[in-house]
């Protein structure tokens, strides 16, 4: 559905993507996760034709971005990071005036209007300016444009940042129907817990390059990261400490605690209690760390996800 190939942009000095290539098969759900700077805006912008490549070639349902790029555009819905609306409009003017860059029949128009209105519950406040809604009601209008001449292919720019739990609840609940329908959605995120929620694949990106793909068990075997198994005790003496480190060498440890890493927890975690026991230490707190894209995003780049 989407294919993107050695993809690269240069704004003045700064490489902004460094040749990246993935494909999108239709009605997958990929997510482009990065901290700050790391050119998932600039991806967007590009596969939405708001901003030119330096160099690669982008094909969108069959058609390339460079030679069809009005067929390219009808295809697809934006959201933007920053929202775009028209304070001093109503809602349902806005609705209006962007489903009609997009040509869409005045009669259907209306009719779709509604539908979307209801689908993100703010059907009774249609009338009203957006100037008084609050910012998850301006993201929830700010979704609901880019879908308004039903495209087969959804682009989100970080569509949940900094607005209150409902919106973000029902956004979620609208995206994932959206995904169950068939839409092919590329999602982009810092937060780690949406990719891991709603992604089929997921594309780790850092300073212009896709340092990791696929989904979340492929990068976790992939990583060939441990889980550790955390734990402390009362009190911990060198002795005690030199008779664990006998039995287990892939430890590390801090003051009256250790870090013990294991690729089964589920086996180890029994057969290191029982050598705690023996020895006579006094468990205070056992705490497990998962694998997950945190850390799998940690190991790779040096960085944590959010600043
Ligand atoms: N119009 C521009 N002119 C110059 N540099 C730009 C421009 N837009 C982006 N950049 C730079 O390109 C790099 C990638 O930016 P981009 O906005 O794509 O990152 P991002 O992953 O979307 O970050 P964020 O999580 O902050 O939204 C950054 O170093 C940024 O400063
Ligand atoms: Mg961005």
């Known amino acids: 559905m989407i294919s993107v190939s050695n993809l690269s942009k240069k704004y003045d000095s700064v490489q902004a ?3 990246i ?3 999108i098969k239709e009605g997958e ?3 482009l996760l990065g901290p700050n700077g790391a050119g ?5 912008s590009i596969m939405s034709t708001i901003v030119e490549p330096s160099e690669g070639i982008v094909k969108i349902a069959g058609f390339d971005l460079k030679k069809n790029p009005i067929d390219c555009k009808k295809t697809i819905g ?3 990071q920053e929202i775009a609306l028209y304070n001093e409009l109503s809602a349902y003017d806005n609705l209006l005036f962007w489903g009609s860059l997009y040509n869409v029949p005045k009669s259907e128009l209306k009719k779709r209007i509604d539908e979307t209105l209801q ?8 009338n009203d300016k957006v100037k008084t809604y609050s910012g ?3 993201r929830r209008i700010n979704i609901a444009s880019a879908l308004l001449h039903n495209p087969k292919i959804l682009f989100m720019d970080e569509p949940t940042v900094g607005i209150d739990p409902q919106s973000r609840n029902l956004i979620f609940e609208v995206i994932e129907k959206l995904h169950k329908e068939g839409m092919t959605i590329v999602y982009t995120t810092h937060y780690m817990e949406e990719a891991e929620r709603f992604c089929d694949r997921i594309g780790i990106i850092d300073n212009g390059e896709i340092i990791v793909q696929g989904t979340l068990d492929e990068l976790k075997s992939s990583s060939k990261m441990k889980e550790t198994i955390a734990i402390s005790f009362v009190e911990l003496s060198n002795e005690q400490f030199d008779k664990i480190e006998l039995e287990w060498k892939d430890l590390k440890r801090n003051e009256n605690s250790i870090n013990f890493y294991s690729s089964n927890v589920k086996s180890d975690l029994s057969k290191i209690i ?3 026991s023996e020895i006579g230490l006094d468990i205070h707190n056992i705490e497990i760390q998962k694998v997950n894209l945190e850390t799998i995003f940690l190991s790779l780049t040096g960085k944590q996800l959010r600043d």
Do not use: A, Q
């Open 40 to 44: 998932k805006t600039t991806t967007i």
């Open 78 to 80: 934006v959201v933007p």
């Open 136 to 138: 998850g009601m301006k």
């Open 21 to 23: 290539s993935f494909e």
């Open 29 to 31: 759900f990929y997510g």
């Open 119 to 126: 689908l993100f519950g703010l059907h009774d406040r249609k």
């Open 17 to 19: 993507l460094k040749g």
């Open 274 to 276: 029982l050598k705690c």
